[in-house]
Nanobody, 118 residues
Framework: QVQLVESGGGLVQAGGSLSLSCAAS????????MGWYRQAPGKQRELVAT???????NYADSVKGRFTISRNNPKNTVYLQMSSLKPEDTAVYYC????????????WGQGTQVTVSS
């Protein structure tokens, strides 16, 4: 069973920056894809950014050029650097990882609140 511990987030003014991190532990297999999703009140959870074990990244159009996803493979940790934050970035941000194995498994973090004030 993989445990995900998220940190970072909080309250920031529009135009500011925040960083999130998510550390995965307890995996018996390698961690493949890692990513961040977010869910704003009354909205569906949506993809923010993903990164493969090889470092290939994918971003939602709404965050391109403002957010940067990265990872530390030996530490099984994924990061999200957010800059030029907008009020519409306000949401609960969730870490997501895929564990390899005969049956790949997907895990979610508990979520961390990011609030951007105008």
């Amino acid at each position: 069973q993989v445990q995900l511990v998220e940190s970072g987030g909080g309250l920031v003014q529009a135009g500011g920056s925040l960083s999130l991190s998510c550390a995965a532990s307890g995996s018996r297999f390698s961690i493949n894809g890692m990513g961040w999703y977010r869910q704003a009140p009354g909205k569906q959870r949506e993809l923010v950014a993903t990164i493969t074990s090889g470092g290939s990244t994918n971003y939602a159009d709404s965050v391109k050029g403002r957010f940067t996803i990265s990872r530390n493979n030996p530490k099984n940790t994924v990061y999200l650097q957010m800059s030029s934050l907008k009020p519409e970035d306000t949401a609960v941000y969730y870490c997501n990882v895929w564990e390899s194995g005969l049956v790949p498994r997907n895990y979610w973090g508990q979520g961390t609140q990011v609030t951007v004030s105008s």
